[in-house]
Structures are given as structure tokens and as C-alpha cells.
């Protein structure tokens, strides 16, 4: 069965800096997707980010970027430039192939300082 | 395109009765899934309905829960004789099989679910 593990329960950083929070998976699979969603305080859950498994390339968005281990089965999620709208909670998901449900994280809560 | 919309936003209810929440998912999206976040956990999969027809169950719905999507629009998920556990926001998200984004789930806003 896949898994997803975030195991960082809350994180903080300061406005304008960089914080990046980590994601490990367990999959057999070799067609697979993965990605960061974001999940404001009482607001619903927005896409952040996605990563096709086949492709070598990290996936970038603005200011958020992600470093893709495949081999290690590690996907973290990078913030830049840190803004206090990025507080939220995000969690790392797995989706197999394209039609599949997605696998959450357990999350990791951001706070953002000014 | 208005999103992915729910109702009730919120839900309190007495342990035993049963509840029914439902969710308009984007316009012609043909896929839509249910999951339930308990606090401090990361939502979990419940089911999902291509149009109309159930493709998976999890092993979390239980026989008290049943879920339909009649004309592969709208769903609504009925939870019969609530437990206390069954207290958790219900999300709903739904995804097209074309167009700009294909397959990518938007959510809901959820509905919290608290049993008293």
C-alpha cells in the first residue's frame, strides 16, 4: 500500500525567508503523481504544486519549488520569499496514475512571523 | 465556474440520527470523491463516482455510510445512526477527465460533522 509521511508537525519562518518542508512516499508503482496542497485556516484546500513521477525536472510555481528524489522517495516543497499568506497547513499527497484518489500526509502547519 | 460548493457548511446533531450532506461539484467534472479529515490528520479517501457509477469504496465506510450521485451531477453522502466518531469535516472533490486540467481534484469548502 502507498504511503505518505510528513514528519514535521508545525513549522515556522520568518517573512522573507526561505522554509522547506519534507515529504517521504512508499509506492511500487511506477506511474505516479505528487503534490503539495495548502489548506488556509477554516478555507478549503488549494492545489500549491505537482510533480509527475516520469519527469526528472522539479516542478516550480513562483516562489514555491520542489526538490523530486525519486530513488529516495522524497519530495519537499520549497518556499521563497515567505509572505503571511502562506500560513496554512499543507500537506504532501500521492496520487497513482491519473484518475486515482489521492494519499494524504499527515501535514505540516506553517506559521509565518513578520 | 463557480468551484466545487457544499452544504450544510456546518452540522451538529445528536448521536444516533442521521445526516445528509451534499456536493455540487464544477460543471461537468466526471469525477467526484469524498474524503473525511479528522482533526490534526490529513484527509482521508472515502469513495469516488465516475458520473454516476460508485468505482471504489474504502474500507472506512462503514455500513452506515452510502453515498450516490443519481445523474452524475450533484452527490450527496447520507451517514444513518451517528457515532461520536463520526465526527470530521467532509470534503468533497471533483476532476474532469479533459479540458485545462485534466484529472487535477478541486475541493470543497467541507462540511464539519459534529456528533453531540
Known amino acids: 500500500a502507498q504511503t505518505v509521511t510528513q514528519s514535521q508537525p508545525e513549522m515556522s519562518v520568518q517573512e522573507a525567508e526561505t522554509v522547506t518542508l519534507s515529504c517521504t512516499y512508499d509506492t511500487s508503482e511506477s506511474d505516479y503523481y505528487l503534490f503539495w496542497y495548502k489548506q488556509p485556516p477554516s478555507r478549503q484546500m488549494i492545489l500549491v504544486i505537482r510533480q509527475e513521477a516520469y519527469k526528472q525536472q522539479n516542478a516550480t510555481e513562483n516562489r514555491f519549488s520542489v526538490n523530486f528524489q525519486k530513488a529516495a522517495k522524497s519530495f519537499s516543497l520549497k518556499i521563497s520569499d515567505s509572505q503571511l499568506g502562506d500560513a496554512a497547513m499543507y500537506f504532501c499527497?500521492?496520487?497513482?496514475?491519473?484518475?486515482?484518489?489521492?494519499?494524504f500526509g499527515t501535514g505540516t502547519r506553517l506559521q509565518v512571523f513578520p | 465556474d463557480t468551484g466545487v460548493s457544499q452544504n450544510p457548511r456546518h452540522k451538529i446533531t445528536k448521536r444516533g440520527q442521521n445526516v445528509t450532506f451534499r456536493c455540487d461539484p464544477i460543471?461537468?467534472?466526471?469525477?467526484l470523491y469524498w474524503y473525511r479529515q479528522t482533526l490534526g490528520q490529513g484527509p482521508e479517501f472515502l469513495t469516488y463516482f465516475q458520473n454516476e457509477a460508485q468505482l471504489e469504496k474504502s474500507r472506512l465506510l462503514s455500513d452506515r455510510f452510502s453515498a450516490e450521485r443519481p445523474k452524475g451531477s450533484f452527490s450527496t453522502l447520507e451517514i444513518q445512526r451517528t457515532e461520536q466518531g463520526d465526527s470530521a469535516m467532509y470534503l468533497c472533490?471533483?476532476?474532469?477527465?479533459?479540458?485545462?486540467?485534466?484529472?487535477?481534484?478541486?475541493f470543497g469548502p467541507g462540511t464539519r460533522l459534529t456528533v453531540t
Open positions: 460543471s461537468e467534472h466526471n469525477r
Open positions: 499527497a500521492y496520487r497513482r496514475g491519473e484518475t486515482d484518489k489521492l494519499i
Open positions: 472533490a471533483s476532476s474532469s477527465l479533459g479540458g485545462a486540467a485534466p484529472y487535477e481534484q478541486y
